[in-house]
Each structure stands twice: as C-alpha cells, then as structure tokens.
C-alpha cells in the first residue's frame, strides 16, 4: 500500500506562499539575508475572523471554539463546557435554539472554506447549548443595579436579548408579550420538531431568573399606553416582530375565507388549535418560512369530513379548535410548494428543501400566481399560476405558459410586518418601524427598537439588535448620550479580560515618557487590537499549514412521505463530546495565535521564542527579541492564522 504523504493529503486544498522554483520574488533574498537594516519588525496584530464578521448576534465564535478544542484553558474550577457556555452567551443567550435553527452565515464566510469545507459551527453551537440545559447552566443576577428601568415591549429573540443585557448591566427590565408565553417567533413561527419547547422554555427562563419582571397577556397600545410607558420608565425597547402576514398581490386574494397567511397557519399550529387539514394546500413562497408551512402541513394529514364551523380558516384565525380525536383519522394531504426563484435558487436553506422533497411535498420553481379561482360560494378553489423570470427581484410573467393547481387551503408565506394597531405614531407607514446604527428610534430619545419589526431577516439579526441597543441604552442612561458604533459591531476577545483573568495584568502606568515598551511592565509590547476595524481573509493566512480533515456532520432523522403523518420527532441530532471537540479542532484561529510554534521554528536568528511558562496565555505565546530580529519576515510568512504582521519598530 503507497504511503499517504502530507503533499498527497494537500494537494488542491490549499496552497503554500512560495512555490518551487519560483523567481519572481526579486527582493525575498535581500529581505531574509540582507536585512539588517530593516526597520520592520514583527508585531502581534488581532483582527476579527470572518465567521465572527458575519454573524448579525456578534458572536465571539473563534473564542468559544478556541475553549472547545482546549486551546483556551478555564480556571481550574471551571470545566470546559462550562466555560465556553459563558464565552458563547456574551453576544447570544441562545445556543442551543441558534445551533438547531439559524442558517450560519457565520459558516458561509468561514475561511477553512478555502482548505475544504468549513467548520461546523452550529453543531459545536448545539452541543454545548444541550450542555448547558441538561446541566442547569444559568446566568448570574447582576452584582450591581443601576436604579435604572426599561421597558421591553415583545418576548421574541430581540426583547430577551435585550432583556438579557440590559441585565447583565444592572438594569431593571419589565417585559410586556402581548401572547400567553415567551418566545415570539421561535414559539409561535416555528414548529416544535425544528425548536423543542422543552429547550426554548430552559433558554427563556434563564433570561428570566435574572430578575426581569414579565407580564404576558398584554398589549402596548391596548392594555398601556406609550405615554404611560414614558412617564414609568427610564427608556424602552420595542421588539414587537413582524406577527401580520403579507398576502398575495392578485385579483381573488383580499377577503377570501381560505387564503391565509403563512405567519397565521403557523400560529394557530403552535398553539395547539390546528390539528389537521383539509384536501390540497398550495404555500406560495419559498423561504424558510414557506417550508415549515408545507412540512407542518403534511404532518397534520388531512381529514375528509368537517363541519362548517371547524373549517380550516376558523381554525387558523382563533375562531375555533379542531377535535383532536377526529383529527386522529387523518390522511397524507397533497402539498404544493410554489417560488418565483428556480427550486435550486430557493431562499430556503438547503437542508430544508431537500427535506420537504423527501416528506412528498411538491416544490414547483419559476412560477409566479396571477390570480386566486373561486366557487359559487366564495372560497378559493384553486390558484392560477404561470412561468417566470427574475429580473433581479421582479418576476415577469412567460406568456402562453399559465396553469391552475386546484387547492382547498392557499397559505401566503411571502414575508410580514409588524402589528402596531394602536402605535401609529411608530409606525413608518409600511408597518415597520424605523431605527439608526445605535437602534434607537429616530426622534424619539427613550425609545429603542429591533428585529424583525425593523427589518425581516434571521432570529440571530433580532438577537444581534437586542445586544447592541442594550448597550445603546446602557450608555444612554449614563451619560445621556450613545457613541458610535465599531465598524465591525461584535462580540470581540480581549487579550487584557484574559491577562487579568490569568493574573497577568500589566503593572499601572506612572504617565512618565519611556523608550520603547519591550522591557515595560504597564504595557502589552508589541501588540495591536484591530478587532473593531478589521476582518481578516484567507489572504492573510498561510493556508498550507492546514491539512484536509473533513468536517463531522450531526446526523439527521429523515423521514419518506409515507411515515410523514403525525410524525414531531425532532430530525437533528447532536454531536457527541469527542465529535465536537474534533470539529473545534478544525478551526483555523484567524487573527489569533493558536500556538503552532511556526514562528519559533523557522526563525532564522532565533530572535523569536516562546513567552515565559508563568507568563504566557492566549494570545501572549510568543514574543521577539528585537536585537536579534532583522526584519525577514518569515515568522510573518508562516503564521497560519495572520497573527504576525511586519510593523514599523528600530
């Protein structure tokens, strides 16, 4: 059997920075061997990766993997799980529920990308979020209170994160939810099998035992008024969601009984009220959202016999329950799933599609409908569709290509916006409600807002606009005003939280002048902070270090459109302990040294070695001796993770 070499493993997953037999580096001699008189030097500069960059919570997510894979050590009574639960839950207090759920953008932009496939964030994410519940991980009350008091108006994602920080920061929160229990979207627009209630009601009542004081069952602009907000509360923060859905812009649409919108179908679901459906659904959309329907709906099955009154569209808008023992005789119901976009250019995340396909639910891409087809008496019988074309995001109709698809239920799951009957002052005008960088509502001081009621789009944008107008509040009530905001607006790892946390914090400055800091002990030398400017991309990193290790996938209970009926078992599993901490492991540490030795190694003056054993921690490896350096930057070449960067110094 050949030998596997480390060229084999490699070969056309990353590259080096030099090739053999390259010559068109005229100056890399003069730069290693006649460099004496440089003035570059290296310097230890940290960025934020790109996983953390396009995360729309701020997530830390280089800093918790670090923990994961062992290369970031806990106080020694700390465990590691514990640890990076902590570190996880600065920026999201949602593991458990992100890791099953959001898309990762954080994934897409993973530099590994660039050397296989990228790291399994949300897996690793999940992991520890099961972690924390099945050990009752909670989050400390505040040691201090401000005497301040906010009002949080919506239990969704974006209200508890707010909630949640706002907290942290000794800040008393009373959270108004217009519905019966916590969770907004997460309780109400997805289903159970994709958000478990048991761990959305443990990540709730941790935000909760904080000591936010909740009253459900009521409604700002009903039960309060915004005047009797103003005058109770120090600042408010509005996470209202988007819970009024869009319905279908063609002729038939507006007042027919069975068209309804996917944010009411899925409601009446999570609420227990809709226990099965009746005959042909169509869902127009093709987003996430427009999944779920279509997969809740070949859940429930269909039930051929129902009175007028338990009508399916009585059901959905709180008129009536269905009868759990007649809903039991179900039958496999045909659902059709339509977008504007190609199947394969659907918005819906992958997995999902390729999911619904196998329940037995017909997607249908490139169609756009024209108009809803009635009976003598009103209801829709069917919806008239044809052919289309992007441009852009416009459809334009194929002549000559139209079809009808005969349907007793048309679900509209093709986006939404807010409920603010009784807020018309907040509202924009287009059921929205207007917000600036710091998400506070413009001319409106006290007032803060996010999620989607700002702009539609992921549970980890709500959550990410929650965190930064807790902040925006917190600063607000201290000083009356609100900084601007980072350039890259996250969650960042500091090196001096984790010198003081090792005992390693620099001495206090004497404010007298001194040349240099190499041998200062008030200073971090030779080190720069550029998280809050600076992204790094994979062409900082020396991707040849980096062998192919492909990624552990969590396995998935899929099921055939056969035993789809009545079947809520959730479908994704966790990884195990050694599977994600081998998944962290595949983590590449952009802009932060992760501890290869590279630079002590190839080093040709040897001015480069490791910190010493009582001084070192993350971050603080390895450090230069200056009167030996000159300047070849090789340490700076064979950095994996762009750590080292040549600077200025003597």
């Excluded at 998944?583 to 040709?604: H, I, W, Y």
Aim: net charge negative; aromatic share 6%; glycine share 10%.
């Amino acid at each position: 059997m050949a030998k596997t070499t480390a060229k084999a493993i490699t070969e056309g997953k990353n590259f080096r920075r030099y090739k053999d037999g390259a010559t068109e580096y005229p100056q890399w001699t003069d730069a290693i061997f006649q460099a004496s008189w440089s003035h570059k030097c290296p310097t230890y500069v940290l960025r934020t990766p790109p996983c953390s960059g396009s995360c729309p919570s701020g997530h830390d997510i280089r800093g918790w993997l670090d923990i994961v894979r062992g290369m970031e050590k806990p106080a020694a009574d700390q465990s590691w799980q514990q640890y990076a639960f902590a570190r996880m839950t600065e920026a999201n207090p949602f593991p458990s529920i992100m890791g099953r759920v959001c898309p990762a953008p954080c994934e897409q932009g993973c530099n590994r990308n660039m050397v296989e496939e990228h790291i399994g964030i949300n897996s690793v994410e999940h992991f520890i979020g099961d972690w924390a519940i099945q050990n009752a991980a909670g989050f400390a009350a505040p040691a201090v209170e401000t005497g301040k008091h906010v009002a949080v108006i919506g239990g969704g994602p974006a209200g508890l994160s707010a909630a949640y920080q706002l907290r942290k920061r000794g800040i008393a929160v009373t959270l108004f939810e217009a519905n019966a229990e916590l969770g907004g979207f997460m309780r109400y627009g997805i289903p159970g099998y994709r958000v478990p209630r048991d761990v959305l009601d443990s990540e709730c009542k941790r935000i909760i035992d904080m000591g936010v004081t909740v009253k459900t069952d009521t409604r700002v602009g009903r039960d309060i008024t915004i005047a009797q907000l103003e005058e109770q509360f120090d600042a408010v923060f509005w996470g209202v969601g988007t819970h009024k859905g869009r319905g279908l812009p063609v002729p038939g649409w507006e007042g027919t009984p069975n068209c309804v919108s996917g944010i009411a179908f899925l409601k009446a679901f999570n609420e227990g009220r809709l226990q099965a459906v009746t005959g042909r659904i169509i869902v127009v959309g093709g987003g996430d959202t427009s999944i779920d329907v279509a997969s809740v709906a070949r859940r429930l099955g269909h039930i051929k016999e129902v009175s007028a009154q338990d009508r399916i569209e009585h059901v959905i808008f709180g008129e009536a329950a269905h009868d759990v023992a007649s809903a039991a005789k179900r039958e496999g119901c045909e659902t059709t799933l339509t977008s504007l976009f190609p199947v394969e250019k659907m918005m819906a995340a992958q997995r999902e599609v390729d999911d619904a396909k196998r329940e037995g639910i017909d997607i249908k891409g490139g169609v756009m409908p024209l108009e809803v087809l009635k009976g003598p008496d009103g209801r829709a019988i069917g919806l008239k569709m044809c052919k289309c074309t992007m441009n852009g995001m416009v459809p334009e109709p194929q002549a000559g290509t139209e079809f009808i698809i005969e349907a007793d239920l048309i679900v509209a799951a093709i986006g939404q916006k807010g409920d603010l009957e009784g807020l018309p002052e907040l509202d924009n005008g287009n059921g929205f409600i207007n917000a600036d960088k710091t998400m506070r509502i413009p001319g409106r001081p006290k007032h803060f807002v996010g999620g989607d009621v700002v702009r539609p789009h992921l549970l980890t944008t709500a959550i990410g606009h929650g965190r930064i107008a807790a902040a925006s509040i917190a600063e607000f009530l201290e000083t009356g005003e609100i900084s601007k905001r980072p350039k890259v607006d996250v969650h960042h790892w500091k090196l001096l939280n984790k010198l003081r946390e090792t005992n390693l914090s620099p001495a206090e400055y004497d404010g007298q002048p001194t040349r240099g800091t190499s041998d200062a002990k008030f200073a971090v030398h030779n080190y720069e902070d550029r998280g809050a400017n600076d992204i790094i991309t994979h062409e900082d990193l020396f991707l040849g270090h980096f062998t192919h290790n492909p990624r552990r996938h969590r396995q998935e209970i899929h099921i055939g459109a056969d035993e789809v009926i009545g079947n809520f078992t959730e479908r994704l599993l966790p990884l195990d302990e050694k599977q994600a901490v081998d998944e962290a492991k595949r983590c590449m540490s952009c802009g932060l040294c992760f501890e290869c030795d590279n630079c002590v190694v190839f080093c040709p003056q040897t001015a480069v070695s490791r910190v010493a054993k009582n001084e070192r921690t993350t971050g603080r490896y390895v450090e230069t001796d200056y009167s030996k350096c000159i300047g070849c930057h090789i340490c700076a070449d064979v950095c994996p993770t762009g750590f080292i960067q040549m600077g200025l110094g003597e």
